[in-house]
């Protein structure tokens, strides 16, 4: 199913050359033994139309992944960030808010005046261009942008497999929204569909679960962690072992929609641990991805150890 969806439908542009630049990625962080994390974010569009003018998207905005990007970074991981183009990037994603304009000042009374940060967001600028620069530096945060399901899915084959040579050491934190629903590209129009045939009804098929091959033939050494959404607590902990026990991956990060950013659960064949952040936690900015990637480290670390004794 998984094999015949990629076969069928488009492939991203300079997809080779993207597969090159995560090869040499993993290459050059292997050389320093490095563990390396692929962080999926986002959401994925499905395209009604060929020539594309409408599309079904969903919620999500790419928090989850890119501040768990930076949580990964900041636990001696290089990240390799395959997020949907225009959700929230890591470092950026602290002054998203902002319309950057509005961050600079010059000196009115000097026609040659150079730009300035406004002192109110010195600090913060200070701090996350710290970070970011310490990163660009240490080369250890690859950024690759995807944005329909197919882009999607292409890429996770192709980053799935290069991690491959890595064995335990790599990670999987697949945190994207991806689509469960798709018009595949025999069924789909060419040209913008025309309001004036009247009502619109479309069929959808079901995306094929890439868990499945990803666990089985692309990477089957690595540490993988899947996310599991609902709006419904009473079956977000058995759909969580359902999906285990037929991928027979490592974990489950299992959150609700409404409190994603409050609480999650990691949830393995035989444990379920509760994340939680206090009211006080929030307040003080603390975020609840940087205990969920403290807790994958040392998960990802004893699953490392283990290979080495058996
Ligand atoms: O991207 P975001 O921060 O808005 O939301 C994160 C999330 C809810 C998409 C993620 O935590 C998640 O559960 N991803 C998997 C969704 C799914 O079940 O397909």
Not at 213 to 241: C, G, H, M, R
Request: overall charge neutral; hydrophobic content about 35%.
């Amino acid at each position: 199913m998984a094999a015949k969806f990629l076969r069928q439908s488009s492939v991203p542009d300079k997809l080779e050359e993207k597969r090159s630049a995560v090869l040499d990625f993993i290459e050059h962080q292997k050389g320093l033994d490095r563990k390396v994390v692929l962080v999926t974010s986002g959401g994925t569009t499905v395209p009604l139309e060929s020539k594309t003018v409408r599309f079904i998207d969903n919620f999500s905005v790419g928090s989850r992944g890119a501040s768990s990007t930076e949580y990964f970074l900041k636990e001696g991981y290089a990240v390799i960030f395959l997020h949907r183009n225009r959700s929230l990037k890591p470092f950026l994603r602290h002054f998203s808010g902002y319309n950057f304009l509005d961050l600079l000042q010059l000196d009115n009374d000097n026609p040659n005046s150079d730009v300035k940060v406004k002192p109110e967001y010195q600090e913060r600028l200070v701090c996350v261009l710290r970070d970011y620069q310490q990163v660009q530096k240490e080369g250890t945060l690859l950024m690759v942008e995807f944005q329909t399901l197919s882009d999607y899915l292409h890429l996770l084959q192709v980053c799935s497999t290069c991690l491959q040579s890595l064995g335990r050491s790599a990670m999987l934190y697949l945190a994207a929204a991806v689509a469960d629903f798709y018009i595949p590209k025999d069924q789909m129009p060419e040209h913008k569909i025309q309001s004036s045939d009247g009502p619109l009804q479309l069929s959808l098929q079901l995306v094929p679960k890439m868990l499945e091959p990803l666990v089985k033939e692309w990477v089957p050494q690595a540490y993988v962690v899947s996310f599991k959404l609902e709006t419904n607590k009473d079956i977000l902990v058995s759909k969580s072992l359902q999906a285990l026990e037929k991928y027979q991956h490592q974990l489950v990060v299992a959150n609700l929609l409404d409190t994603r950013k409050k609480e999650v659960k990691l949830v393995t064949r035989d444990t379920c641990l509760d994340i939680t952040m206090t009211t006080h936690e929030l307040s003080q900015g603390q975020e609840i991805e940087e205990k969920i990637v403290k807790e994958l480290k040392s998960l990802h670390s004893a699953f490392c150890s283990h290979d080495e004794q058996t």
